[in-house]
T-cell receptor, first 116, second 107 residues
Framework: DAGVIQSPRHEVTEMGQEVTLRCKPI?????LFWYRQTMMRGLELLIY????????DSGMPEDRFSAKMPNASFSTLKIQPSEPRDSAVYFC??????????????FGDGTRLSIL | KNEVEQSPQNLTAQEGEFITINCSYS?????LHWLQQHPGGGIVSLFM???GKKKHGRLIATINIQEKHSSLHITASHPRDSAVYIC?????????FGKGTRLHILP
């Protein structure tokens, strides 16, 4: 079975540019999570979707960040405009959980983002 | 004070030793996750617990809901167990992470 697929694996861009990170969850999983990991703050939940609907986006740092899930097999996390402090590894994870439920999450390999 | 505290922050042990990593939390939770992050950066979910104890191979995870505490044990540790182990709790819609425990097993 294919796991969670994220693209790109690495992204280096200049500040002010738009960045789009992509995620394909495991087929049949109906919960999808976007996380950010930095040395200073560790892992943080940014946003969580259930059945393609955003359930909790309180972790999204500011209006420059937006996430969409147009269908069950695809999600994007967009940063516009990007800033150097957005540099981090961004992980996507999916699980078969229902809203508020608890199932193990399957993580993608992450996107390492560097904003110059 | 962090809502999820892990100890120790760093642990170095000899191959074969019994390892314990602790996680304490201060919020009400519906579940607790143990994650493993290897030096290459990939994250693997080891356990999801809401009560009691789970075992998978040489790994055992326990949780005491009353005491708001969980432990991850590794028996017969091996250098390939070297990784960062992260505790995460589910509290409502929130997922709150500990800072991680960096484990290094020497051959």
């Amino acid at each position: 079975d294919a796991g969670v697929i994220q693209s790109p694996r690495h992204e280096v861009t200049e500040m002010g540019q738009e960045v789009t990170l992509r995620c394909k969850p495991i087929s049949g999983h109906n919960s999808l999570f976007w996380y950010r990991q930095t040395m200073m703050r560790g892992l943080e939940l940014l946003i969580y979707f259930n059945n393609n609907v955003p359930i909790d986006d309180s972790g999204m740092p500011e209006d420059r960040f937006s996430a969409k899930m147009p269908n069950a097999s695809f999600s994007t996390l967009k940063i516009q405009p990007s800033e150097p402090r957005d540099s981090a590894v961004y992980f996507c994870a999916s699980s078969p959980a229902q809203t508020g439920g608890n199932q193990p999450q399957h993580f993608g390999d992450g996107t390492r983002l560097s904003i110059l | 004070k962090n809502e999820v505290e892990q100890s120790p922050q760093n642990l170095t042990a000899q191959e074969g030793e019994f390892i314990t990593i602790n996680c304490s939390y201060s919020v009400g939770i519906s579940a607790l996750h143990w994650l493993q992050q290897h030096p290459g950066g990939g994250i693997v979910s080891l356990f999801m617990l809401s009560s009691g104890k789970k075992k998978h191979g040489r790994l055992i995870a326990t949780i005491n809901i009353q005491e708001k505490h969980s432990s991850l044990h590794i028996t017969a540790s091996h250098p390939r167990d070297s990784a960062v182990y992260i505790c995460a709790v589910r509290s409502g819609y929130k997922i709150i992470f500990g800072k991680g425990t960096r484990l290094h097993i020497l051959p």
